[in-house]
């Protein structure tokens, strides 16, 4: 397993705050990674559906590694941000953090890059939206 680097928490608000539970575990008793990954893109469609205005659909995830394991009753906070944006489509980074329960202790767990397109009511391509004021920005350093 690759060990994790000291890294700085996202600033703002998780798109997604959730307690892991013993439902969530694989045989070995951590938290099943496959888990991770539904919670995460949760929280990427999340952020997608809100800069489409209406269905987004995920076609592709990037990068994804696993640093360390989540345990049951860990608090696992998403964090997603809008990297890239094209006609129909947008990435979104999404980085999963976790809170030992009863402690102040984080670290980060995984990160990657979410690819959405957005969709119209026949579920084809359409292109996404103008930005409209209080709309999440893109990253304009990526």
Known sequence: MPSATPST???GVPTIRVVAMPTDTNPAGDVFG???ISQMDLAAGTTAAF?????????AIN???FLEPVAVGDEVSIYT?????GRTSMTIHVQTWRRARH???TSKVTEGDFT???LDANRRPRSLPPIKPG???????I
């Open 103 to 105: 402690t102040h202790l």
């Open 9 to 11: 928490i996202p600033e």
């Open 116 to 118: 959405f397109v957005a």
């Open 51 to 59: 800069r489409a205005n209406g269905r987004a659909a995920t076609v």
């Open 34 to 36: 496959g888990w991770i």
């Open 81 to 85: 941000e809008i990297t890239r944006e």
């Open 63 to 65: 990068g994804l590694v």
């Open 135 to 141: 709309d999440a920005p893109v990253n304009p350093e």
